[in-house]
């Protein structure tokens, strides 16, 4: 059995889920299909939420009528007989209900993922009438049945797979199912989802859940890029990565894959592979355990990111000096990113600010803390990057004009990353274009 996992894009026009169609029966083999919401959906609904939120309804209201327009104009041109189009009708109909009812509700965070959950649940829903229609055999399995996370929001993979496995064998005769994306439950019961561009980790999940022959991604690029093409002209299509260097590229940044997407297919062992819905002959990414060969593969770029400077002359050499530091992290549970030492101060960064103050609170009493926010870390990923002596050269070589505020080398073979201010993070990875790939 295969996943397939369709984003924003593949599916955000009715003649793009058209081509999804012809992809998920191209060759005989099993499948479930994951599905993004339509592209600008969740940004909607995140816009409508927030509106509720400032408890400005007529806003929300007007945001909801806006998004159901593109619905119903979006599903006239999917399906062609009246029946289809009735059922179509009816689900854009069902939720949008649900949008307006919670309208009338005050708001709350749960509301907020209710809300959120509507663009996966619209896609799958109105995709399987697509289907019907065109009578390709297919089930819906509702992600909300058997997806979910724990109270420290980690997935529960052993759950997943007991719920989905008992899902795949109630129908055992179908060879096509649809899933949605990101949409999952919590602790608590309630909807909850995997955080922005989820859906490509509910596609890992499922792909380590059913230990699936490839876990497939399909998008609108030809692969994972050696550099950011939001931000840099001339990138290249990379065709191999092992499972260590696509997932420091997603957790640096590389936006094609949820920063948290790769673990679940490399702990179960499923090659993924990132393919461009628009362009399906292209070659392509494929992910798996072996790196093909040593030396730089990508450079990626994580924003919104706060470096935190403890100065102490006195404390920095004193035996548990770091852990008393670390601990106050872990009791905020925010991971550091990057590190760096001297004898008179250490040097670490975070990539949310949601305990920041509560935080250097209680680092105070440590020593002298310096903030310094908007910060980007860039990462230049590869294999055994120690082996290619001249790795460091090249990179400083290149970034003489830009003002390195960190360097990180040797926590890994893979990666070595430095921060800069984010301003200067287009031209960091521009110069750095030329300076380690010649482009
Ligand atoms: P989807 O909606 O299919 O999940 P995303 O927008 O989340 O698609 O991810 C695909 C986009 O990721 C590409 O269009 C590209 O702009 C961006 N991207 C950022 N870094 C990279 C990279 N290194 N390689 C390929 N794409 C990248
Ligand atoms: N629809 C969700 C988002 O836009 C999940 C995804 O597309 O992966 O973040
Ligand atoms: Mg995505």
Same mark, same amino acid.
């Given at each position: ?38 592209? =600008?959906?969740?940004?909607? $609904?995140?816009?409508? /939420? ?7 309804? &007529?806003? *929300?209201? #007007? ?125 608590? =019961?309630?909807?909850?989802? $995997?955080?922005?561009? /989820? ?7 499922? &792909?380590? *859940?059913? #230990? ?228």
């Amino acid at each position: 059995m295969k996943i397939m996992k369709f984003g924003g894009t593949s599916v955000g026009k009715p003649e793009r889920m058209r081509q999804v169609k012809e992809l998920i029966t191209r060759d005989q083999e099993p499948t479930i299909v994951v599905l993004s919401a339509l592209s =600008g959906t969740t940004n909607a $609904l995140v816009a409508i /939420g927030e509106s509720c939120a400032q408890g400005n309804k &007529a806003q *929300a209201k #007007q945001q909801i009528d806006e998004l159901a327009a593109h619905y119903h104009r979006f599903i006239t041109e999917l399906v062609k007989t009246a029946p289809a189009l009735e059922k179509a009708k009816s689900i854009v109909n069902e939720h949008f209900e649900f949008l307006n009812i919670i309208l009338k509700i005050s708001f709350n965070e749960a509301l907020q993922k209710d809300i959120l959950a509507q663009g996966e649940l619209l896609s799958t829903k109105l995709f399987s009438c697509y289907l019907g229609e065109v009578g390709i055999a297919h089930k819906l399995l509702p992600a909300l049945e058997f997806m979910s996370i724990d109270s420290y929001d980690e997935p529960q993979i052993g759950t997943i797979k007991v719920r989905l496995g008992m899902l795949l064998e109630e129908n055992k005769d179908t060879k096509l199912f649809i899933t949605q994306g990101y949409i999952c439950r919590n602790s608590r =019961g309630e909807i909850d989802n $995997l955080k922005r561009g /989820g859906s490509d980790y509910t596609a890992s999940l499922v &792909a380590a *859940a059913i #230990q699936a022959s490839v876990c497939e991604i399909w998008t609108d690029i030809d692969g994972m890029h050696n550099n950011d093409p939001r931000m840099v002209d001339k990138t290249q299509p990379i065709e191999t990565l092992s499972f260590d260097e696509a997932a420091e590229l997603a957790y640096f940044g590389a936006k094609i894959l949820h920063p948290a997407s790769i673990w679940p297919a490399q702990q179960y062992n499923v090659p993924v592979k990132l393919l461009n819905t628009m362009e399906p002959d292209a070659k392509g990414t494929v992910i798996q355990e072996k790196a093909s060969s040593v030396g730089v593969k990508a450079v990626a770029a994580k924003d919104g990111i706060i470096a935190i400077k403890i100065k102490s002359s006195r404390m920095l050499l004193a035996y548990g000096f770091l852990r008393k530091i670390f601990e106050v992290f872990e009791k905020y549970r925010t991971s550091i990113d990057m590190i760096t030492t001297s004898e008179v101060a250490v040097s670490l960064t975070i990539d949310s600010k949601e305990h920041l103050a509560q935080i250097i609170k209680e680092l105070e009493p440590f020593g002298t803390v310096e903030l310094d926010e908007n910060q980007t870390i860039v990462a230049v990923v590869g294999h055994e990057l120690a082996q290619t002596g001249e790795i460091l050269t090249r990179l400083f070589d290149a970034l003489a004009s830009i003002p390195v505020r960190m360097v990180s080398y040797g926590g890994s073979h893979h990666n070595v990353s430095i921060l800069i201010p984010a301003e200067h993070k287009k031209a960091t990875l521009q110069l750095l274009n030329k300076g380690l790939f010649g482009l």
